[in-house]
């Protein structure tokens, strides 16, 4: 007797609670219950004759059994997605972005013209956000992430790495701008909560007894727009800070620039650099990204 396979929807819930590793997490994402994942699990553990998931902690694991059937969920979740661009071909101008919002508004914008330029059949659609695209569920066709370049089951291309040095507006402190790193503990001085300047006067060879004191962000954007403003100097990240140094809206004290163990990456599902619109968005970066280099 042939058996049937089980429902597409309970494979779709399988593979978002063991992405997860969280019922509950799964519910949010899929704007259901966290009573309808349970549902749909058992019954696909029943369906199965298996186990897939057992409670560990906080956290749902995948049993042995559940870690080989997301293998093959994957693979045809990944087969079904490259299919549907196949079906489209290069009919399908949009290209749906993601990447941070400050990379998006100090590097990717001020570039964009020439992109459109020379492709004006690509709509580039842009997607902000501080936590990582799903290229399965949210209609994501490339990102630009900052990390090592290690992400299960997507290609990873390094666009650029990245460096951290201070920057201030030309007209701060009435145009008498420091000359000296140990100057700058006597100003007021610009903190972004993720990169604590004591790395960076550890390098110039100050040690710190505590960290500084001063205005601090968690947005790298707010950061820079008060930077611009002569509100204090800031620790400023090379690939956002360049545009407004070549515009002259701020200028790099010194010549010491620390560098970071992330790098960005142009990032997208194997096999999608098949696609056109895919690759040709990631060759332009590849391109922006080395004049960039070249003009610093």
Same mark, same amino acid.
């Given at each position: 007797?042939?058996?049937?396979?089980?429902?597409?929807?309970?494979?779709?819930?399988?593979? =978002?609670?063991?992405?997860?590793?969280? $019922?509950?997490?799964?519910?949010?994402?899929? %704007?259901?219950? %966290?009573?309808? =994942?349970?549902?749909?699990?058992?019954?696909?553990?029943?369906?199965?004759?298996?186990?897939?998931?057992? +409670?560990?902690? &906080?956290?749902?694991?995948?049993?042995?059994?559940?870690?080989?059937?997301?293998?093959?969920?994957?693979?045809?979740?990944?087969?079904? &997605?490259?299919?549907?661009?196949?079906?489209?071909?290069?009919?399908? !101008?949009?290209?749906?972005?993601?990447?941070?919002?400050?990379?998006?508004?100090?590097?990717?914008?001020?570039?964009?013209?020439?992109?459109?330029?020379? $492709?004006?059949? !690509?709509?580039?659609?842009?997607?902000?956000?501080?936590?990582?695209?799903?290229?399965?569920?949210?209609?994501?066709?490339?990102?630009?992430?900052?990390?090592?370049?290690?992400?299960?089951?997507? +290609?990873?291309?390094?666009?650029?790495?990245?460096?951290?040095?201070?920057?201030?507006?030309?007209?701060? &402190?009435?145009?008498?701008?420091?000359?000296?790193?140990?100057?700058?503990?006597?100003?007021?001085?610009?903190?972004?909560?993720? #990169?604590?300047?004591?790395?960076?006067?550890?390098?110039?060879?100050?040690?710190?007894?505590?960290?500084?004191?001063?205005?601090? *962000?968690?947005?790298? &954007?707010? #950061?820079?727009?008060?930077?611009?403003?002569?509100?204090? !100097?800031?620790? /400023?990240?090379?690939? !956002?800070?360049?545009?407004?140094?070549?515009?002259?809206?701020?200028?790099?004290? *010194?010549?010491?620039?620390?560098?970071?163990?992330?790098?960005? *990456?142009?990032?997208?599902?194997?096999?999608?650099?098949?696609?056109?619109?895919? /690759?040709? *968005?990631?060759?332009?970066?590849?391109?922006?990204?080395?004049?960039?280099?070249?003009?610093?």
């Amino acid at each position: 007797m042939t058996r049937t396979l089980p429902s597409l929807d309970a494979l779709r819930v399988f593979e =978002v609670a063991a992405r997860h590793g969280s $019922f509950s997490r799964a519910a949010d994402e899929l %704007h259901v219950t %966290h009573g309808a =994942v349970s549902h749909r699990i058992r019954s696909l553990e029943d369906h199965l004759s298996v186990r897939l998931f057992e +409670r560990r902690g &906080n956290s749902m694991a995948l049993t042995g059994e559940g870690n080989l059937l997301l293998t093959s969920v994957n693979v045809a979740i990944d087969e079904l &997605n490259r299919g549907v661009e196949r079906l489209r071909g290069s009919n399908a !101008i949009d290209l749906t972005v993601s990447l941070l919002p400050v990379m998006a508004a100090r590097w990717l914008i001020p570039r964009l013209s020439r992109f459109h330029e020379r $492709f004006p059949d !690509i709509d580039i659609n842009i997607r902000t956000s501080l936590a990582l695209a799903n290229f399965r569920s949210d209609g994501v066709d490339l990102a630009i992430r900052y990390g090592a370049g290690q992400w299960p089951g997507l +290609r990873a291309v390094k666009l650029a790495d990245e460096e951290l040095f201070p920057v201030c507006s030309p007209h701060f &402190n009435g145009g008498k701008l420091p000359t000296d790193p140990s100057q700058l503990l006597e100003l007021p001085l610009l903190r972004d909560l993720n #990169l604590p300047w004591a790395r960076w006067f550890k390098l110039v060879g100050i040690q710190l007894r505590e960290d500084v004191r001063g205005t601090s *962000f968690t947005d790298a &954007n707010l #950061l820079l727009q008060a930077a611009i403003s002569c509100q204090g !100097i800031a620790l /400023a990240r090379r690939s !956002i800070a360049a545009e407004e140094i070549a515009s002259g809206s701020l200028v790099k004290l *010194f010549n010491h620039s620390l560098r970071t163990n992330y790098s960005h *990456f142009i990032v997208y599902p194997d096999g999608s650099e098949k696609i056109r619109k895919v /690759a040709v *968005f990631r060759d332009w970066l590849l391109e922006e990204g080395a004049q960039s280099e070249k003009s610093e």
